[in-house]
């Protein structure tokens, strides 16, 4: 692979994720030491950066669940070139959005205050702190603009090896079989 | 005239009476499906299958072949059209494959991997599906229907129980089991009905089974679907008649 003449900045993000990208992502294993001989970090959980500055790649792991959620979204599409939906959550919503044919409030009722083995007088969590739930849960591509989508429940991190590899190269990557899964 | 037409420059031999779709299945030329199946009569509206016949887009399962066809099929052009198609199927359903028995096995999954489907790109219905649980060995996730009306067409002409159909018109059409409580244990559906096996998709599910074979060595997982063409099978006259 040619190195480009300068290293790349990469944010990351997780919104209505698990982390599990993440993780797959940190499973490139030693091949993390390649990557960051090309490419070094800007907001993202291995650096603990809180906001994004302008970047060459953003990835987004997780839907949009909450208003939190848009407002960083927002962030990244405003600060990077390529914006990547990173796993099944990010690309179509994925488990949160299993909630979509549900009424919120009859959720959040339920999860605290109508289910079994909660303290006496348990009530919907309500704090100026914590970020609104938004109706339903979107991919992220209904909010902003996504210029590249790699799926997968978690990607394998081959795929994520091959995709950044691929991109860092100036190539479109192209997931072979084995790469590309929903699952 | 020799009954030879021409896919992609490739000839293809073909018999009288076969389609397009049959020809090019016999001689072992990919084409992505998911409402034909090669027991039962074609019915033309997954649309995945259609080619350009002499420069004119048609379904090739409904199409009969004839000497010097000129026809196009893996052109990028026409490639585009089926990837669009799967991602309208995609965002029509609720198909949220990391939870799906199906998962591997999956013809529209398959046919997304094959076709380089990487996003949904439209927005997402998230509809509202019912699942049937009722069956004592037999489940159903309408959540991820697609209309091919396999297991229709099954119950009806092989089975002979008409134990499914469509109901509704255009957004609104749905799969629907013929029992008056609409519940399907409330239908003489068997395990070993034709129908419990043709569904494409994740629909139509054995109870007790799941990932009796794991994630990773599924039919798909091992090849992908365009290098496993299904060679065709002639029709018996049983299931050519009209019902």
């Given at each position: 692979m040619?190195?480009?003449n300068r290293k790349l900045r990469v944010a990351t993000t997780s919104l209505a994720g698990c982390f599990g990208c993440h993780m797959s992502f940190l499973d490139i294993d030693e091949r993390i030491l390649k990557l960051v001989e090309l490419v070094e970090f800007d907001r993202s959980p291995i650096t603990d950066i809180k906001h994004c500055g302008p970047c060459d790649l953003g990835?987004?792991?997780?839907?949009?669940?909450?208003?939190?959620n848009v407002h960083v979204l927002r962030e990244f599409r405003a600060n990077c070139k390529i914006l990547v939906a990173l796993g099944a959550c990010a690309v179509n919503g994925g488990l949160p959005a299993q909630r979509n044919h549900l009424d919120l409030r009859d959720i959040l009722e339920e999860v605290y205050e109508t289910e079994g083995g909660l303290a006496r007088g348990s009530k919907i969590p309500n704090d100026p702190e914590l970020p609104l739930p938004l109706d339903k849960v979107h991919p992220i591509h209904e909010v902003v603009k996504i210029d590249y989508y790699l799926p997968g429940c978690p990607p394998p991190a081959d795929a994520i090896w091959k995709f950044l590899t691929d991109l860092i190269a100036g190539r479109t990557p192209v997931m072979g079989h084995g790469l590309l899964h929903y699952d | 005239m020799s009954n030879v037409f021409t896919i992609d420059g490739q000839e293809i031999p073909f018999e009288p009476g076969q389609s397009v779709m049959q020809a090019a299945l016999t001689a072992g030329v990919f084409v992505p499906h998911?409402?034909?199946?090669p027991e039962f009569r074609p019915h033309g509206s997954c649309k995945l299958c259609t080619m350009k016949v002499n420069g004119r887009p048609a379904t090739s399962c409904t199409t009969p072949?004839?000497?010097g066809m000129e026809v196009e099929n893996n052109t990028t052009e026409i490639n585009d059209k089926r990837r669009m198609l799967i991602q309208m199927l995609l965002v029509e359903g609720n198909h949220f494959c990391p939870s799906c028995e199906k998962s591997g096995n999956c013809k529209l999954q398959a046919l997304g991997y094959a076709l380089g489907v990487m996003s949904p790109h439209f927005t997402e219905f998230f509809p509202d599906r019912p699942v049937d649980f009722s069956h004592p060995e037999m489940l159903l996730d309408f959540n991820r229907c697609i209309l091919c009306e396999l297991c229709i067409r099954a119950s009806a002409e092989v089975d002979k129980k008409n134990v499914f159909a469509l109901s509704g018109r255009g957004l609104k059409k749905h799969l629907i089991v013929n029992a008056e409580s609409g519940r399907?244990?409330?239908?003489?559906?068997?395990?070993?009905?034709k129908a419990a096996e043709v569904c494409p998709v994740g629909v139509i599910l054995r109870k007790r089974h799941g990932f009796a074979v794991p994630i990773g060595q599924r039919t798909y997982d091992l090849k992908p679907i365009n290098e496993q063409v299904e060679r065709f099978k002639p029709v018996t006259p049983a299931t050519k008649e009209k019902v």
């Open positions: 040619n190195a480009p990835l987004i792991e997780g839907g949009v669940c909450n208003a939190e | 998911l409402c034909y199946h072949a004839a000497a399907l244990a409330d239908t003489d559906f068997a395990v070993t009905d």
